[in-house]
């Protein structure tokens, strides 16, 4: 406890991170809260009102830590790193595909840069360290017609083509960004979810839409052409020029959620996540949550850069890179919610970081969203 201040010693402080974020990166509009409800929904609030791109959102606690659906998520005060970053990114809709995968990276290796640690990427929106979840990223975004105030009309009809692209795959319930999450489905279930319309009926226009559905249905269903009967799907038809035309939705802005069990609170994990999660201090390692905050700023806003300078390039560097963290790849696992195949193998990532799944009967299919769990 800081005697000054009446704060604990490794608070979080905005004037602290601003000071350890690089030269190059934005530092003037950081915000930190000791408690909010949601992370996303300040930064969502912002970003409505304005916000310029890399405002970054950051809280002790949350009241109501967000996660996918409604879902809430264990968030104790003093203990992690809630984040949330606004991005108005200038690549297509094609890159926003990948852009969860990149964010697992990005989070990866700001923890590696501030703890001696080798972490893993669940697919694709978990980060995994000696088995167990520590973090997870949940990325949220509002088309340009609503973020433009439109009609109630014009935003259903958003969704509603969203829906109309919207078949094959199912959606499974990923718990939200934090590792401790509440009502997981459990330590070994993830989806990817990073650019989609949510389509719970009480949604207005004005509510942002989470996941990666609508874009990944038009490439999944392109993708399930060429797994018809008696045919094996070859990877190398989907190289990233011919992946990245697909999608027609406009974005506005998104926000990028990530969450980071950095050491363990005074309560510890509630019994339902006791199993399932860890934290990135799991034997006493004193690590500053702030130097961890800024690297964490530092690289998601050197990874949206290079996305959108240097896009083919970075983005073969991003799967090279989540497919060498891969906490599935290799082994068995079961899929809910894909017609073409209930296990498989995890075999790799295609060029969006779509996850290659090989079925028992030899063929190969793309995963673009759905829920797997690793099968034991």
């Not at 979810?193 to 249905?217: F, K």
Request: include cysteine; proline fraction near 3%; charge should be negative.
């Amino acid at each position: 406890m800081n005697m000054t201040t009446g704060l604990p010693e490794d608070a979080l402080s905005a004037e602290q991170i601003g000071a350890l974020l690089a030269a190059d990166v934005p530092a003037s509009c950081l915000h930190v809260y000791d408690s909010v409800g949601s992370t996303n929904d300040v930064a969502k609030e912002m970003a409505m009102a304005g916000a310029p791109p890399f405002t970054a959102v950051i809280a002790e606690s949350q009241t109501m830590g967000k996660g996918r659906r409604g879902r809430s998520f264990y968030s104790p005060p003093a203990s992690g790193i809630y984040l949330s970053m606004v991005l108005r990114p200038s690549f297509h809709e094609g890159q926003m595909l990948l852009l969860t995968t990149g964010v697992a990276v990005a989070a990866c290796r700001a923890i590696e840069r501030v703890c001696p640690c080798q972490v893993q990427i669940k697919w694709v929106n978990d980060l995994y360290l000696r088995g167990r979840k520590i973090a997870g990223i949940l990325v949220e975004a509002v088309s340009q017609a609503q973020g433009a105030g439109a009609s109630e009309a014009e935003a259903d009809e958003d969704k509603r083509k969203a829906s109309d692209a919207q078949g094959g795959l199912g959606v499974g319930e990923d718990a939200g960004a934090g590792a401790g999450v509440g009502e997981d489905a459990g330590a070994s279930v993830g989806e990817r979810s990073s650019y989609a319309v949510d389509e719970e009926p009480d949604q207005t226009a004005n509510d942002s839409v989470d996941g990666n559905r609508a874009l990944e249905s038009i490439v999944s269903a392109q993708q399930e052409d060429k797994t018809d009967a008696g045919k094996t799907w070859d990877t190398k038809e989907n190289d990233y020029a011919s992946a990245t035309q697909q999608g027609s939705m406009a974005v506005s802005h998104l926000i990028v959620g990530v969450g980071i069990n950095v050491k363990q609170s005074k309560t510890g994990f509630p019994p339902d996540l006791a199993e399932k999660a860890s934290v990135l201090c799991e034997n006493g390692e004193e690590v500053s949550r702030n130097r961890l905050a800024a690297a964490l700023i530092d690289q998601i806003w050197r990874m949206v850069k290079e996305m959108e300078y240097t896009p083919e390039a970075t983005s073969s560097r991003i799967v090279r890179e989540a497919t060498r963290r891969s906490f599935v790849i290799g082994k068995e696992i079961r899929i809910d919610g894909h017609p073409g195949v209930a296990t498989g193998i995890a075999v790799g990532l295609d060029a969006l970081g779509a996850l290659i799944v090989e079925g028992t009967d030899g063929r190969r299919h793309k995963l673009n969203t759905g829920e797997i769990s690793i099968i034991l």
